[in-house]
């Protein structure tokens, strides 16, 4: 059982920046891919970021050169740096956990104001 803690939404005016981070515990030998989520009010939750054990990362277009994801396998924690936020990117954001499954976190609002 893997169970995922997320911490540092908030509310942040447009151009301003937050710092998401989840942290793993549980019996955990080695996760695979890390990463998040995000879903706004009457949308679909769709994939932000991803990150793999070995460091490799895969974004949304919408997030590109804006958020970077990072993890720190040790920590068994997986970031997100989001810089130049806009109010489209207001949503719940959830971590995930690929082990023998996917895990989720219990979600963080994020609201950028105009």
């Known amino acids: 059982q893997v169970r995922l803690v997320e911490s540092g939404g908030g509310l942040v005016q447009a151009g301003g920046s937050l710092r998401l981070s989840c942290k793993a515990s549980?019996?955990?030998?080695?996760?695979?891919?890390m990463g998040w989520y995000r879903q706004a009010p009457g949308k679909e939750r769709e994939l932000v970021a991803a990150i793999t054990s070995g460091g490799s990362t895969n974004y949304a277009d919408s997030v590109k050169g804006r958020f970077t994801a990072s993890r720190d396998n040790a920590k068994r924690a997986v970031y997100l740096q989001m810089n130049s936020l806009k109010p489209e990117d207001t949503a719940v954001y959830y971590c995930?956990?690929?082990?023998?499954?996917?895990?989720w976190g219990q979600g963080t609002q994020v609201t950028v104001s105009s």
């Open positions: 995930y956990a690929a082990y023998y499954g996917i895990y």
């Open positions: 549980g019996t955990i030998i080695r996760i695979d891919d």
